[in-house]
């Protein structure tokens, strides 16, 4: 009867260790199938969360942060569009010069070079040069000192209206001491015009070099 009893408890013992050998196996199994799904799954991309910048590759600097004969795009920190040589006259003297969204890879008619760099009673001077028709950021000599002058891309000479120089995030102009500005009114807009106006630090006429 005791031998019996023995055997009896023997084969219950051996019957659990089995069972529990089992489940432990299936958990395992279950776990690392679930650890390998997991790892192999990737985040889905939600529809518009990938988009392409609107501002250039680079840093911003404040004024000329490259004034060495580099291409620069030359931003407006209040819209953050880029000074533009339009495409359609920028061979030609008296080519409109606009903001428009800035492009990658410096195109012509937004890539500028500070040039010609000379520093005279404590200023440092440049002509800005538009790599698309070689021509200069010139404001109109008939209406050079008044507000609203126009700005535009003539033939290089060095002249005074052609000279430029930061002070701060205002880019002056050597010849009127009046300031780049985009037209308030579209400052955000693609295709607003750029005018010299008297210097107030306002958004409209804060430029930053990008390179």
């Given at each position: 009867m005791?031998?019996?009893?023995?055997?009896?408890i023997v084969r219950s013992l051996t019957a659990i260790v089995i069972c529990s050998s089992i489940s432990f196996a299936v958990r395992g199994q279950n776990s690392n199938s679930t650890s390998q799904s997991t790892r192999g799954a990737t985040t889905p991309q939600l529809p518009g969360s990938?988009?392409?910048p609107a501002e250039p590759t680079g840093i911003p600097q404040v004024g000329c942060?490259?004034?060495d004969g580099s291409k620069v795009y030359i931003r407006n920190n209040g819209g953050k569009l880029c000074l533009d040589a339009d495409s359609d006259t920028l061979m030609k003297d008296g080519g409109k010069v606009q903001v428009w969204?800035?492009?990658p890879n410096f195109p012509g008619p937004q890539a500028w070079s500070f040039k010609e760099t000379r520093t005279e009673g404590g200023r440092t001077t440049s002509q800005i040069v538009n790599a698309g028709g070689s021509k200069c950021l010139d404001v109109d000599k008939s209406s050079i000192n008044k507000n609203g002058a126009r700005v535009q891309v003539w033939k290089c000479t060095g002249a005074p209206e052609q000279?430029?120089?930061?002070r701060g995030n205002e880019l002056v102009n050597e010849g009127s001491g009046k300031c780049l500005e985009v037209d308030p009114a579209g400052m955000t807009k693609v295709g607003a015009v750029v005018r010299a106006w008297d210097c107030n630090k306002q958004p409209?006429?804060?430029w930053s070099t990008v390179g």
């Open positions: 005791q031998n019996f009893t023995l055997k009896m990938r988009s392409t942060g490259k004034c969204g800035c492009a000279r430029w120089f930061f409209p006429q804060q």
